[in-house]
């Protein structure tokens, strides 16, 4: 089956099709992905906090993305691949079509996605005139968390007037969509309605065009830190825990390995060679 196009995420957002968007980081993660219906597939940069271990995206460079799509799209056969441009690669317009073009050309990624909204809006016009497909991000935008906050963004009217803002900004920049994550579901709900690109919530209602979601979070894979906002539908890490129990009872008490796990040999040849 071919892959989801941009097109057909659009065709979906004109017959108000709600779309799953989820992410992944590796082959693993995306094989099974493309085995199941999710039509988009992010490569974030979340990477740096439930792979690399740090508690911001803020050290995740260019090339640990690059690194990460290209493993990637050896196995998403079938989603749309996005992929995050990091912290301060797209800071300086030049430094990102340059950022973007490797990710596309090196990564082999459809899109890219980059944080805020009508301060990076030129950026984004560069990029789409360079044929570069752009995915925006408002509202909490985790790169800005020394900045901003770890917080909800646009409870507050002044604030909400200013996500609405940003969102247009980079519709109108020519992004093909929008990422809202923490911003209130009644501002999400408003703003989708306004928008005519679609809208892609994590933590910002029901009524977005689409939803992301980590995928750490939706198969209960990082006991550290579990946002409000995550859908929890598995335990993967406790099961994996107690597979590895069974695995060393099994070793210790001698049930593993039995003959089936292994190949025999003809006597003779054994004590020809023993000789
Ligand atoms: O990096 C990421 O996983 C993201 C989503 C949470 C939107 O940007
Ligand atoms: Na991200």
Do not use: N
């Not at 992010?42 to 690059?66: F, R």
């Not at 995915?135 to 646009?154: C, D, E, K, W």
């Not at 409000?228 to 994996?240: G, I, S, Y």
């Amino acid at each position: 089956e071919a892959r989801f196009t941009i097109d057909a995420i659009g065709r979906m957002h004109a017959t108000g099709e709600k779309f799953a968007m989820v992410t992944a980081y590796d082959v693993t993660s995306a094989q099974i992905v493309a085995r199941s219906g999710v039509p988009l597939l992010l490569v974030g940069d979340s990477l740096g906090m439930v792979v690399q271990g740090h508690d911001s995206t803020l050290p995740v460079t260019l090339d640990d993305m690059i690194y990460h799509t290209r493993m990637v799209m050896r196995g998403a056969s079938r989603p749309l691949v996005v992929t995050d441009l990091p912290f301060g690669s797209y800071t300086i317009e030049d430094d990102a079509v340059r950022a973007a073009t490797r990710a596309m050309a090196e990564g082999g990624c459809q899109s890219v996605k980059l944080e805020g909204g009508a301060t990076v809006a030129p950026t984004i016009r560069r990029l789409v005139d360079a044929g570069i497909p752009v995915m925006g991000h408002v509202g909490f935008t985790p790169q800005s968390v020394h900045a901003i906050g770890l917080r909800t963004q646009g409870r507050r009217a002044d604030q909400a007037r200013r996500v609405l803002q940003d969102a247009l900004a980079v519709q109108t920049a020519g992004a093909w969509a929008v990422v809202l994550e923490l911003v209130p579901a009644p501002l999400a709900a408003a703003i989708t309605q306004r928008l005519d690109i679609p809208t892609i919530g994590i933590g910002a209602g029901p009524d977005c065009s689409g939803q992301v979601q980590v995928w750490h979070d939706l198969l209960g894979l990082y006991a550290d830190f579990v946002p409000r906002h995550a859908l929890r539908l598995r335990d993967f890490a406790d099961d994996a825990v107690a597979a590895l129990d069974e695995y060393a009872d099994a070793v210790r008490t001698g049930t593993f390995p039995t003959p089936a796990h292994s190949s025999t040999m003809a006597a003779d040849e054994l004590e020809r060679a023993l000789d």
